[in-house]
Structures are given as structure tokens and as C-alpha cells.
């Protein structure tokens, strides 16, 4: 087994091209080295409209958790672009935090550095027990058979959310259910400047999960049975052609989105550019940039056939956020309240609400403000149609190889190089003679 410094090491050299969408006393003085046992350092991920917004969202439940326990929270909001790469050199350091939030796909990559606190049945009984979590959010916690290496605190799904006024002003009476549907729906759309839909194709965790979602829905996966990287597959290698072809042959995604990486699809959308954007539970997103929910409707991802379900109709990834705990803390017992505060009812319910995420406790689900209707169709499609990304020790680099190489063929689309199956099942080669020898 490779040590921890040897695996962060590994995974901070192939994951530095890596942007999420997405994803503690330690100081810089060392392994959770606490002001004193009455402190904690945490490292959430900005799940916000910006770094303050998060801060105005956190700060008060962090006095609420210092009031009832005495143990102060020193709040860092750290944005998606830098969040993986300060996790994995604080594996290789020993210098992190006591608590940190983590994009749920790289649960198994940093379980695999050795560096989290492992939720074993005494740990999670410190919390409440392991039941209290739905089961979909619990599969993205690290690698099948193994404790889990953080606990869900945030869940999100992909819908499909489309322009009212667009649709009807097409003659468009519904979303499309399927992506033939979409590409229809799609040319009538894209005209007078404005475009379909909005993509982000320089972002390589955008292309991974649409990438992988569409691979599902071609019978195939990037990985075999036994954790092996299979990138080139004649069904992956179809799911990722028909993805960019979005752009490239279909013409229903403006060419400029293949530069897109930073939310730039949402601001279209909520400035009427596009008339559809997949996206991770946007809600609260597009109201931050003014567009109202009565101007914009929320539908299932489009599907091959038929309506979203199981196996070959999968429509998303499992999307969240974890909560874990660095090991070599000083304040387990500090941490562990923590972790229990933050997934009380109380605290999923605010938090949730304030994020327009979905609470991966079953409990906090009974709030009306996760009946609405786009809460709805995000816990339907956890619930029904979403699957957990490869929760194998190599996830961040594949994120990263895989999504890099999709951006180089959506470059090559927006420039009108021919994208070939020939074109796509190179660059996928490529992608996977960059993945670590086993």
C-alpha cells in the first residue's frame, strides 16, 4: 500500500488542472496544532455567490455551535479552484485543518492518502448513527467495503432548467425528456444570437460528470470491475463524442462555451443568452444574479429514451458535499461535535435551505422548502436516477485527465476541427496513459 505522502503527492501532480463546479486546528505550524482544546479550524468550500455570501451563511452557525459547546470555529471559505490542491498538501504536510468540507466525488482519492478520520459505527454513533443518511449520498463517501471517509452534508443532482418565455416564444410546450428531444428543441432555440444551451467546457469536473453520465446511459463506465481505468471503450468513447457533439455537429451550444469554466453558463442563462443550462441545484445561483423562479422551469436531464430511472437511464452524478475530519487533530472529541452540530435536523434545514441544496439527512427532508417544486425534482433524481461517481483511489486524477482531454475537444469543435470517433478515442488514450501505474 502506497504511504500518504506518496498517494497526495501523486494525486496534487495530476489534479493541479482540476476546477470543481463540484468538493480543524491544524495551522501552519502543524498537524492540528489548536489554539487550544476550545478551538477548531474549518475549511468549507464555497458554495455561494461568493466568498461573503458563504461567510454570512456559516458565521452565525458557527456562534450558534460556539454558544452551545465553548468551542470557537475559525471559518476559512476556500474557493473551488484552490480547494483540492490545499487538501492534498495538507495530507502531504500534516498541516490542515480539523474540519473541511470536500466535493463528495474525491472522497475515495483522499481516503485513499490516509490523512481523514474513518466514520466507523462508534464514530457515526457519535452522530447519531450511520442511518440517519440517505443511502445515494453515503455511496459517494469513499471506496465500497472501507469506512467512510466523511459524512454527506450537502446534496445536489444536475436538472435541466429552461427559459419559460424562450420555449414558448419557439413554440416549445415542454422540456425535452430526451436528448434527441433537446437537439429538436435545440435548433429552433438557437437563433438571433441567442443559443440552446449554456456549457462550461473548460472546466474538467463539468465535462466528468456530464462525460459520465452520458457513459452510463451508453452501458459503459472510465472504469472495469476491479478499479482499472477503461477510457476507451467503443460506449465511452460514443458517450463523449455525443456530449461534445453538442457543439460540434449538433450546433445547439454557442462556440464560446468551450472557454467557459467559472459559472459564466449560469450568467448566461440568467441574462436570457440561453434558453437551457444543466446544472447542479442552480436555484439559489440564479436568484443571486436576479432571475426569478417563476421565469425558469426545472425538468429531469435528458435521458437516450424514455424517462429517467435506473441503469442505462441515469440522468446524474450523485453531486454534494462531505464533511471531513483530518485524522492527526488535536480535538477529535471537538470535531466529532462538530461534524453532529452541522448534521443536526436543525442545521441541514438552514443550511440547505440557504444553498438550495437537499439534505442528505432523511430526517431534515420533511421541511416544506424541500417540497418546491425544483427541490422536488433533485430528490427525485437522487433518490431514482443518479449514481455515484468511481469511488476508486485515483478519482481526482481521472477527474482531471479525462475532463482536460474533453476540453481539447471542445476546443477543437469551437475552432471547426472535425471532432471524429477516431479524434475522441485518442484523446481518451491519452487521458488514460496519464493515470497512475497500478
Known sequence: MRSIRAAAAGAVTLSLALAATACGG???????????????TYWASNQGASIEVDKKVLQPELDKFEK?????VKLEVVPWSDL?????????????????????????SLQATGALLPWDAKNFGKIGGRDRFVDSALGSTGAEGEDPAAVPLYSMSYALYYNKKMFADAGISKPPATWDELVADGKKLSKDGKW?????????????????????????????????????SDGTVAAVKQYVDLMAEDKVI????????????????????????????????????????????????????????????????????????????????????????????????????????IPPVKSAQSDAAFATPATTVLKDTLANSAVALPQVADESQFETAVGTAIKGLFADAAAGRPVTTGSVKAALEKAQQQMPAA
Do not use: C
Open 254 to 357: 454557442a462556440p464560446g462555451n468551450a472557454e467557459y469554466a467559472q459559472n459564466q453558463s449560469v450568467s448566461d442563462f440568467a441574462k436570457g443568452k440561453t434558453a437551457m443550462l444543466l446544472w447542479q441545484s442552480a436555484s439559489a445561483n440564479l436568484a443571486s444574479q436576479g432571475m426569478s423562479e417563476d421565469d425558469y422551469g426545472i425538468a429531469p436531464v435528458p435521458v437516450q429514451s424514455g424517462a429517467p430511472g435506473t441503469g442505462k437511464q441515469v440522468n446524474s452524478m450523485v453531486a454534494g458535499i462531505n464533511l471531513a475530519v483530518f485524522k492527526n487533530t488535536d480535538n477529535t472529541d471537538g470535531a466529532t461535535k462538530f461534524v453532529k452540530f452541522m448534521t443536526s435536523d436543525a442545521e441541514q434545514k438552514i443550511l440547505n435551505k440557504a444553498y438550495s441544496t
Open 26 to 40: 491544524g495551522s501552519a505550524t502543524g498537524g492540528g496544532s489548536n489554539d487550544s482544546p476550545k478551538t477548531l
Open 196 to 232: 440552446a444551451l449554456g456549457m462550461e467546457g473548460s472546466n474538467p469536473s463539468e465535462n466528468i460528470h456530464h462525460a459520465f453520465v452520458f457513459a452510463k446511459q451508453h452501458g459503459a463506465d472510465f472504469f472495469t470491475a476491479d478499479g482499472k481505468p477503461d477510457f476507451t
Open 68 to 72: 452551545q459547546t465553548g468551542i470557537k
Open 84 to 108: 483540492l490542491n490545499r487538501i492534498l498538501t495538507a495530507t502531504t504536510s500534516g498541516q490542515g485543518p480539523d474540519v473541511l468540507n470536500i466535493g463528495n466525488t474525491w472522497s475515495a
